[in-house]
């Protein structure tokens, strides 16, 4: 506690309200009433013509003017678009989200809005879940999955428009479908079989999406929007999130009635604050200040379950207050309405290429003048609201870029180049990106490509790579479970990257804690983590899907439901592709050996200075020579073994391996001989070892650092 307060200092120039607006609580209006008073409304009918005259389109409007709920369904009730006059194919209106839980929660608004069930006219797409139908009129989907559904079919030719919503968040998956998209247009241009574009944005950058677009129509919807006065912190935080308390029980003590939005960077963060949050709620209703109304605490991340989330959007009872604790989910994806106060301590978690572990790790990162702008604007939707920032006006002005710099030039691309030469783009230099990677970058993943097996030395996908692309995880991944068909063990691989996918398998109650570990210690393998997950979803199979079994056991029944539908989805995938499906009844070699044919890039090496007793011994990446440690978590924290392999780095404290299992070196000459050899003899705790050293590193590094020498020089 003990620190001094945030004093506050307002920011020059604070915008002044124009009008004196009145505003009310819309809590009565009918469905219809709803809709008609977002701001989309008024421009119904000329959003229609647009659209219907134009192949590309970009409309710009604040967060909560309803262009994502409300345009899809204009465009579909005014008929134009219904169906192909050639084929009389009954085609949709796509709508991409970058993230899921926007997909699947604005899909469920609109079923409602039309009184239909979801999966029936309007339905959604993510990783692993399909609510279509033949029914679908509207369907919403991640960006990641139309551009999937582009390798089977180019020209989209199910959809009549397609909507790419939420533009300016610059997904890799987004980019990649601008120029998709631009090429399917330029294919389907006549009057029967026309494909029409829209571009949506929340911010003003317009110009350039309307450029790349062939100087298309921007259509802007004038926000309805209340001034947001914006208070900078005089100085520096020291822990934002101690901050963050003390923002929140100061306006909720001492400011009129109104919600807060808090922006944090990720679950841990939020399940932190929630419970401070709740302690000093406890604290002042014991103190029995009468006039403190109730806090209501809602936290909001991608992994929440969809019934919880929805708790975000009921109005706020009398006398209560609600603080919504989220990440950067609100700040355009989702609307609340509500908002009074927003608290933004500055950051954000995004992926980003680690040039020092040679991999995508998520970061904390400062966000940029555009992100702050948005998060401060969520204030203003009910009425003038106040921003806090905490972070000074000087580190806004001086040290925040205007801009986030887009996926594409920050991420590791080998996923995306993979897709792209699957669709039958080969020269990856030469395509249509708005902003294109670095050149590096895509050498980079093409040498990723090239040591899974997925392209030739031509840089021409191969026959693996054609599988990989079957599987809608990342190569790495693809190419371990296709690898278990040989180690026949694909089943038993198929449930360990289900449950790797699955977040919060765990569950550990703050006042069970203990329990709860010494429940979970039962089920480590001393081999490793990827074991350990498969020995819980084995035991579960073997209750029957048990309730109890997970209660007892401390798991979490709706992660193993969700690691159970992912695990069937890739199955069904496996038997579609007629893929084996084999298994290996307990030969944990076997699951070994096929996760170093997937993950040879990630062995790590015990550092030979560190002491093979007690906890946290060092690591070294045999790829990028990199100092780790194994995350606390894991089964191996404790036993340190020689040899690693491990699925990501986390990058907190320090950085950690997650997911890490025990390897025996000498399996790499034999499964991955192209990229291992024997360099000498060491004698290690009195046993003579050999000593594995990868080949990889000779084709694209020297003293210098990166070159990419061999075998993709890019001499194309
Ligand atoms: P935009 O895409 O322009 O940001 P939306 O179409 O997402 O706007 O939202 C329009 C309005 O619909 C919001 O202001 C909000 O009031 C309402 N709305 C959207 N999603 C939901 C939901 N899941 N539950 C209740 N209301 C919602
Ligand atoms: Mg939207």
Same mark, same amino acid.
């Given at each position: 506690n003990g620190g001094s307060s945030i004093k506050w200092q307002q920011r020059h120039n604070p915008t002044k309200s124009k009008d004196s607006i009145t505003f009310g609580k819309r ?174 944005? @929340?911010? +003003? %950058? &317009? ?6 677009? !062939?100087?298309?129509? /921007?259509?802007? #919807? ?125 950051? @954000?978690? +995004? %992926? &980003? ?6 991999? !995508?790790?998520?970061? /904390?990162?400062? #966000? ?129 990257? &289900? ?218």
């Amino acid at each position: 506690n003990g620190g001094s307060s945030i004093k506050w200092q307002q920011r020059h120039n604070p915008t002044k309200s124009k009008d004196s607006i009145t505003f009310g609580k819309r809590t009565n209006l009918t469905m219809k009433e709803q809709r008609e008073s977002l701001p989309v409304f008024a421009m119904r009918d000329q959003l229609i013509q647009t659209v219907y005259d134009n192949q590309f389109t970009v409309i710009v409007g604040e967060t909560g003017s309803g262009k994502t709920t409300q345009l899809t369904q204009y465009l579909n009730e005014s008929g134009l678009f219904y169906r192909s006059a050639k084929s009389e194919k009954h085609l949709m209106i796509g709508c991409t989200q970058p993230r899921r839980v926007a997909a699947t929660s604005v899909a469920k608004r609109v079923a409602e809005e039309m009184g239909v069930q979801i999966g029936e006219q309007v339905g959604y797409s993510i990783r692993f879940e399909d609510r279509t139908s033949e029914l679908t009129e509207i369907k919403y989907m991640t960006d990641g999955m139309l551009q999937r559904e582009a390798i089977r079919d180019p020209l989209l030719s199910e959809y009549s428009v397609i909507m790419l919503d939420e533009a300016h968040e610059r997904t890799i998956a987004t980019d990649v479908l601008f120029g998709l998209l631009k090429q399917a247009c330029r294919m389907r241009n006549t009057d029967e079989e026309r494909l029409r574009v829209i571009v949506t944005s @929340a911010t +003003l %950058n &317009a110009e350039k999406f309307s450029s790349y677009f !062939d100087n298309c129509p /921007v259509v802007t #919807i004038p926000g309805r929007t209340f001034p947001v006065e914006v208070m900078f912190s005089e100085e520096p935080c020291m822990d934002y999130l101690v901050s963050c308390v003390e923002t929140v029980m100061k306006i909720h003590t001492e400011e009129k009635t109104g919600d807060i939005l808090v922006f944090l960077t990720g679950q841990e963060e939020i399940e932190t604050m929630c419970a401070v949050l709740e302690e000093k709620m406890e604290m002042l209703e014991k103190e029995k200040k009468e006039s403190t109304d109730k806090l209501i605490i809602l936290p909001v991340y991608s992994a929440l379950p969809s019934e919880m989330q929805s708790r975000i959007f009921e109005p706020t009872p009398p006398n209560c207050r609600k603080v919504i604790l989220a990440t950067n989910i609100a700040e355009t994806s989702l609307t609340i309405d509500g908002i009074f106060y927003v608290i933004d301590p500055g950051f @954000a978690k +995004l %992926n &980003a290429y680690d040039a020092k572990l040679g991999m !995508d790790t998520l970061q /904390v990162r400062p #966000i940029s003048r555009a992100q702050a702008n948005q998060r401060s604007g969520r204030a203003g939707r009910t009425g003038p609201g106040r921003c806090y920032r905490l972070y000074t006006e000087f580190s806004y002005q001086k040290e925040m870029s205007a801009n986030t710099v887009p996926e594409i030039q920050r991420q590791n691309l080998s996923n995306t180049v993979l897709m792209l030469k699957a669709i039958g783009i080969n020269d990856i230099l030469k395509f249509e990106f708005m902003d294109p990677p670095s050149r590096e970058s895509i050498l980079l993943s093409l040498n990723d490509l090239y040591y899974l097996g997925a392209i030739d030395g031509n840089e021409t996908i191969t026959e693996v790579g054609k599988q990989l692309v079957n599987i809608p995880t990342e190569p790495q991944i693809s190419k371990t479970l296709l690898e278990g068909v040989k180690f026949n063990c694909s089943e038993e691989l198929l449930t360990i990257f &289900a449950m790797i996918t699955t977040p919060n398998i765990y569950h550990r109650p703050k006042a069970q804690q203990e329990q709860a570990d010494k429940k979970h210690a039962r089920f480590k393998s001393p081999l490793g983590d990827h074991l350990t997950l498969l020995n819980i979803y084995e035991r579960w199979v073997e209750s029957g899907f048990d309730r109890y079994w997970c209660e007892e056991n401390y798991i979490q029944l709706r992660s193993m439901n969700q690691a159970r539908d992912i695990r069937n989805q890739l199955r069904l995938l496996f038997t579609k592709f007629k893929y084996p499906l084999t298994s290996c009844h307990g030969n944990t070699d076997s699951i070994r050996k096929a996760l170093c044919s997937g993950f040879f890039k990630n062995i790590a090496k015990r550092s030979p200075s560190s002491s093979s007793q007690g906890n946290g011994s060092s690591y070294e990446t045999l790829s990028e020579l990199t100092q780790v440690f194994i995350h606390p978590s894991s089964s191996l924290s404790r036993s340190s073994p020689q040899y690693v392999v491990y699925n990501t780095i986390l990058n907190t404290t320090k950085e950690y391996l997650v997911h890490v299992t025990t390897i025996d070196p000498k399996w790499l000459i034999e499964i991955v001989p192209e990229f291992f050899e024997i360099n000498g003899k060491r004698t290690i705790m009195r046993k003579e070892q050999e000593v594995i050293k990868p080949l990889f590193n000779r084709f694209n590094r020297d003293q210098e650092g990166w070159r990419l020498s061999r075998p993709f020089t890019g001499s194309t």
